[in-house]
């Protein structure tokens, strides 16, 4: 698990710097990994084997199963995690660019999400 947060912190970080450099594309893709990764890191508190849960429609939905319907997390975060998954296609595969205001929104939700997740996570380590 501790390796799924590291991961996570590590693409929050490459977001915040490829946000910073106007890079928002990129910012996007690392900003929704940080939170996909926090997802599942949450998910192998409550058992989940992160083997089985690398699904981006199987994270999605177990993370709101698990932490959102049980109130951990709040409506807006697994909206959240939805919308910058979305962002993410369109700045992966997309012939134009996600552009900034939608990055600036999925960079307040990573921010939001991360902080959220890691008082799930503290002190877990499986």
Known sequence: MS???DKACEAAKDARL??????YDGACNRAYYAMFNAAR????????DPKRAKRHATVQRLFSLQFVQE??????DGRA????????????YDDVSVGHSRVEAVMAS?????AAAQRVTEGFDA
């Open 41 to 48: 890191a949450c998910l192998a508190t409550h058992g989940v």
């Open 71 to 76: 109130g951990q997390f709040d409506d807006e």
């Open 81 to 92: 995690l939805r919308r910058a998954g979305e962002y993410r296609n369109v700045a992966d």
């Open 18 to 23: 490829l946000f910073e450099a106007g890079r």
């Open 3 to 5: 390796d799924l947060w």
């Open 110 to 114: 990573m921010e939001r999400f991360m």
